[in-house]
């Protein structure tokens, strides 16, 4: 069974950093696109960032800048370094894996970490 397991959320203060961490595990063939999406109370989710399989970046507008995505390919891991931290980016962050499960097929599923709460406040 896939999993991707999460960690590195909490509070901060407006201005501040956090890097958040979110990796891939059981059993897979391959992972391929990795990102970042976040949901802020009464607001629908949304796309902060992600990465291809080729290194490729993609930011949300609000977050260009401030916010960096990487990867690990090794450690099947995807990264997120968060800095100069607003209030409003306050919202459970969620990670999210396009992996290939098996070496016969090429089809790709989705797969969704837990979810981690980031609160920018002083």
């Known amino acids: 069974q896939v999993q991707m397991v999460e960690s590195g959320g909490g509070l901060v203060q407006p201005g501040g950093s956090l890097r958040l961490s979110c990796a891939a595990s059981g059993s897979f063939f391959s992972v391929n696109d990795m990102g970042w999406y976040r949901q802020a109370p009464g607001k629908e989710r949304e796309l902060v960032a992600q990465?291809?399989?080729?290194?490729?970046?993609n930011y949300a507008d609000s977050v260009k800048g401030r916010f960096t995505v990487s990867r690990d390919s090794a450690k099947n891991t995807v990264y997120l370094q968060m800095n100069s931290l607003k209030p409003d980016d306050t919202a459970v962050y969620y990670c999210?894996?396009?992996?290939?499960?098996?070496?016969?097929?090429?089809?790709?599923?989705?797969?969704w970490g837990q979810g981690t709460q980031v609160t920018v406040s002083s």
């Open positions: 990465i291809t399989r080729g290194g490729t970046t």
């Open positions: 999210k894996g396009v992996i290939r499960r098996s070496s016969v097929s090429s089809l790709a599923y989705e797969y």
